[in-house]
């Protein structure tokens, strides 16, 4: 991107995927009639309800199946919620968590129908007023996210459909609606052409994958939308873009999908010349790889298993180089013990992108991680400390040598200092 980018960055995250959807409620709202109560672990009925949830002022929680998560029932009690939709049949949630609301003084009304598709016309029919429909894949989840915020914006059902068969449900819907536009994503991929003929007032918005599709879907709207916020969730996984979904509605924000890196959304952004707006991260699913960064961003402090998404508990094996001209042959760790203590060294640090590095100095020994003999990271500890071949700034922790020294000589007492 050019230098003139002006961009920040937050992340909204939690522990597991309710505590992230409890803080990107709380993010967005500091006070809620309303709630959109959906499925944590089911993907299809909760896709379409980012018209509803803007319709009520609401945002998206998630539940377990016979249970409320402790991180969603603190922020359903901290605004003070009154009314809860419950998005799903008793199989999807079950009754007692109807039976624990209830008990807390709070209004339930569930919405759900046979299967996803029905359940998608009867959150659809809650909306008034309706022109205009959004036509998507009940297959998978990235197409339905991708069309979310405008979908809300503009009172627009997000309805699903098989690939190659619109349901009965569907067809009596629009029968019912003078329907002046039809959106339909993803024809061609993940939906079949031969849908197109039986759907009014076609406008089709088209891409070879998700991520395509993605940007076609931000390009069509654009004029519509608040740029000012992007909001970037993983591709890959539903859930904290389901919840980022009411988020993103409430100022049309675009809701971005990345993968393992951002190069194709990046360039959009560069020939559209949108270069004033803050990034929020939904989830920690995002890799660092995937943030959209440019020279100009300050991305918060971070611990070292955050930027890599290595999770310290599945590396298996670690081997040291001394970076001093082979004082010492190399070490290697695998004592399971040995392995968490120096993985929780790391994480006593937190680190930060760091602007316009120069090369590193310091204590140049470097580390490297496997899982099942699989390189999956590299650290060269020095100032900036340099993880997988991108420079960081320590801004919590120092590179305390003494203590590398004395773990290093725990593993091989002939180590040199």
Request: glycine share 6%; aromatic share 8%; hydrophobic share 40%.
């Amino acid at each position: 991107m050019p230098n003139n980018v002006q961009a920040t960055t937050e992340k909204l995250s939690g522990i597991d995927r309710y505590a992230t959807s409890a803080a990107i409620a709380l993010d967005g709202w500091k006070q809620s009639n309303y709630a959109i109560l959906t499925s944590g672990d089911n993907f299809p009925d909760a896709l379409t309800v980012s018209p509803l949830a803007k319709k009520y002022n609401a945002p998206i929680l998630l539940t377990e199946t016979n249970s409320i998560p402790t991180d969603t029932l603190s922020v359903i009690q901290q605004l003070k919620v009154t009314d809860i939709i419950i998005i799903g049949g008793i199989g999807v949630i079950s009754s007692s968590v109807e039976n624990q609301l209830s008990s807390l003084g709070i209004k339930t009304t569930r919405l759900g129908g046979q299967d996803r598709y029905e359940t998608s016309i009867i959150v659809a029919s809650q909306l008034n007023k309706v022109s205009e429909i959004a036509i998507v894949t009940g297959e998978d989840f990235a197409d339905a996210l991708s069309i979310s915020p405008i979908a809300a914006k503009n009172n627009m059902p997000i309805i699903l459909v098989q690939h190659n068969m619109i349901p009965d449900s569907v067809k009596e819907y629009i029968k019912l609606h003078e329907i002046t536009k039809t959106y339909v994503i993803g024809v061609g991929s993940s939906l079949d052409e031969s849908l197109v003929s039986e759907l009014p007032c076609v406008e089709q918005i088209n891409g070879q994958d998700k991520y395509q599709r993605n940007l076609a879907v931000i390009d069509k709207f654009k004029s519509e939308m608040d740029l000012d916020t992007i909001y970037l969730t993983t591709g890959e996984n539903f859930v904290d873009g389901l919840s980022g979904s009411a988020l993103s509605g409430v100022n049309c924000n675009p809701l971005l999908l990345v993968g393992e890196n951002s190069t194709l959304q990046k360039e959009y952004l560069d020939n559209n010349l949108i270069t004033d707006y803050n990034i929020v991260v939904l989830g920690g699913a995002v890799v660092e790889q995937a943030i959209i960064s440019s020279f100009n961003i300050d991305y918060e402090e971070k611990t070292i298993s955050d930027v890599t998404g290595i999770k310290s508990d599945d590396i298996t094996k670690i081997v040291f180089y001394d970076g001093r001209g082979g004082k010492n042959k190399p070490i290697t760790v695998e004592d399971k013990q040995k392995v968490m203590e120096f993985m929780g060294y790391l994480d006593g640090y937190e680190i930060k992108i760091a602007k316009n590095p120069e090369l590193g100095t310091g204590w140049i020994h470097e580390a490297v991680f496997y899982v099942n003999d699989k390189e999956v990271m590299n650290i060269f500890f020095v100032d900036p400390i340099i993880i997988n071949n991108e420079y960081y700034e320590i801004i919590k922790g120092d590179i305390e040598t003494l203590k590398f020294h004395e773990f290093l000589k725990s593993i091989d007492p002939s180590y040199t200092e």
